[in-house]
């Protein structure tokens, strides 16, 4: 069975801004006070190696978890994930601020494929990602943490009861949990050690949740990051491949599977899929100046890469066979409906 107690873990902010620090320093001495709470501090999540203590740290704790980043949650779920710390969804109460009522509404798009999921056993405890982006006062924190800890420990006792009742004679053993007094069994790591800084990394993050196993970004990306286990799954092979700051393959997946959490771009770094009105999205767009439609944004973007590493531009003739001008038309994209949206506003 899973720890009784929670563990809480802080990822700072790779950019050291006051306003952030105050912020992570304010939850973490909350959070040191917090009866039944573990609370550890790491460097930015997206930047842990395997070799990393923080990231070893993280790779210990065998039960339920509470990771607080500045990344949306979907992105640090899955970057979680690929680095092998695993667990099912907790879902927060946290809105972001920019969220209003009217855009939770069901969007009159059809819902996206059903993806392939996480490869494997998923353990029984349940990681919950908070982004600190969402409020600026470390008591909206604290609060959900201690409601996240209030339904694990429920979880917890309900697993407890239905053990108990299918397996009685471990009540009168002391053992309701069917193991001895549990501990977490973790190596012990200082915060010093913990906290050393890594350097600054750029590689994609898949969403199993969305990805369909399309491998159209296989087939897109000319400088080796993908490949295919041995179940022929999408996986990024070589992360440190990828060039830094190009964010073209997230732009040609047909689910929004691909993430790159440091992107300037709130679509492209994880953020919920349609929690924003379109509209907005597309004004955005129009007014940033990306005027081009996804596909031929990303092959800009690609031979630009293509050319820095001394190579030959390649346009549109290489790796993307499903998106040939002669493809019967699809769902409009982002562009298509902002010009319509423009045209029905008179503009």
């Excluded at 008591?139 to 979880?155: H, N, T, Y």
Aim: hydrophobic letters at 35%.
């Amino acid at each position: 069975m899973p720890r009784s107690r929670l563990t809480v873990v802080l990822s700072q902010s790779p950019s050291k801004h006051p306003a952030k620090r105050a912020l992570e320093e304010s939850i973490a001495a909350a959070m040191i006070m917090e009866p039944g709470i573990d609370m550890s501090v790491v460097p930015h999540l997206y930047d842990l190696d395997a070799q990393h203590t923080g990231r070893m740290f993280l790779e210990s704790v065998s039960g339920d978890m509470v990771v607080l980043s500045w990344l949306f949650p979907r992105a640090a779920f899955w970057l979680l994930d690929r680095d092998g710390i695993r667990g099912h969804f907790g879902e927060t109460q946290i809105k972001p601020p920019n969220l209003d009522e009217d855009e939770e509404e069901e969007s009159d798009e059809p819902p996206p494929a059903k993806g392939i999921g996480p490869a494997g056993e998923i353990p029984d405890r349940h990681i919950y990602c908070l982004n600190l982006n969402d409020a600026n006062k470390h008591e909206a924190f604290v609060e959900e943490i201690r409601r996240i800890a209030a339904e694990c420990k429920q979880r917890r006792e309900a697993k407890q009861a239905e053990l108990a009742r299918s397996n009685p004679t471990l009540v009168s053993l002391g053992l309701p949990n069917g193991v001895s007094a549990e501990t977490n069994g973790a190596p012990s790591f200082s915060q010093e050690q913990m906290l050393t800084a890594p350097g600054r990394r750029w590689y994609p993050v898949i969403d199993y949740s969305r990805c369909t196993n399309c491998l159209e970004c296989l087939d897109f990306c000319l400088f080796g990051v993908y490949g295919v286990d041995g179940q022929e799954r999408i996986l990024v092979e070589n992360q440190d491949s990828c060039k830094k700051g190009c964010p073209a393959c997230s732009r040609v997946c047909p689910e929004q599977a691909i993430m790159f959490p440091d992107y300037k771009s709130a679509a492209i770094a994880g953020a919920p899929v349609g929690a924003i009105g379109s509209l907005k999205i597309d004004l955005t767009k129009l007014f940033g100046g990306e005027l081009k439609d996804a596909v031929a944004q990303a092959v800009l973007e690609r031979d630009q890469e293509l050319v820095k590493d001394g190579r030959d531009a390649v346009g549109m003739s290489i790796g993307i066979p499903k998106r040939q001008p002669d493809k019967a038309a699809g769902p409009k994209d982002d562009l298509d409906k902002l010009v319509d949206d423009l045209e029905s506003l008179g503009l």
